[in-house]
């Protein structure tokens, strides 16, 4: 693992409070805590992108074309 760095992150009062407190009771670092959160959302934007790379290939659906023939056949 590479050398962690510093960096200065500033929090909305309560977050600060509420990460401090979460981490006395948990007994794990802010820093643990905020790189495990930031790693959780990076995992779920690389889970959107392969996501949106599977469907690339389907072909793509005006809204108001759509919209138009729901009207038309009564759905609407």
Same mark, same amino acid.
């Given at each position: +693992?590479?050398?962690?760095?510093?960096?200065?992150?500033?929090? !909305?009062?309560?977050?600060?409070? &509420?990460?401090?407190?979460?981490? $006395?009771?948990?007994?794990?670092?802010?820093?643990? +805590?905020?790189?495990?959160?930031?790693?959780?959302?990076?995992? !779920?934007?690389?889970?959107?992108? &392969?996501?949106?790379?599977?469907? $690339?290939?389907?072909?793509?659906?005006?809204?108001?074309?759509?919209?138009?023939?729901?009207?038309?056949?009564?759905?609407?």
């Amino acid at each position: +693992m590479s050398e962690p760095k510093r960096t200065t992150v500033y929090f !909305e009062p309560d977050i600060h409070k &509420a990460l401090r407190l979460k981490s $006395a009771v948990s007994e794990r670092s802010m820093s643990e +805590m905020v790189n495990d959160a930031v790693r959780h959302s990076l995992a !779920e934007d690389a889970e959107d992108l &392969a996501a949106f790379d599977e469907r $690339a290939e389907e072909p793509t659906v005006d809204f108001e074309d759509f919209v138009k023939k729901m009207k038309r056949s009564g759905k609407l």
